[in-house]
């Protein structure tokens, strides 16, 4: 029981150095450099990201257009192969009634 409250004053304590000390760590000159360092990293990042997210835009437009020809081509072919095939039972039904 009496190592637990020792345990627990030295927790303090070293969380008390680590604070205090660690402040003064995180905003020195050297911890600023890094910090911009790093900004422009993410920055050099994001802006990668956003080429690639432009170029994924530009082709899934290029494929949906072309999707989209594709099936007015396949729709034009469905309706000239009904005419046919309606043409084809009017010449039979005439062949027949003759």
Known sequence: M?????KNCGLLGAGILLGSYGLRILTSRDAKKAYTHGT???FRMKDEV?????LIRENCGDIAAEARELNEKRQAMDEAQQIEDAKAILAAANESAE
């Open 40 to 42: 422009a990293a993410v």
């Open 50 to 54: 956003l080429k690639d997210v432009s």
């Open 2 to 6: 009496f190592d637990i409250k020792w």
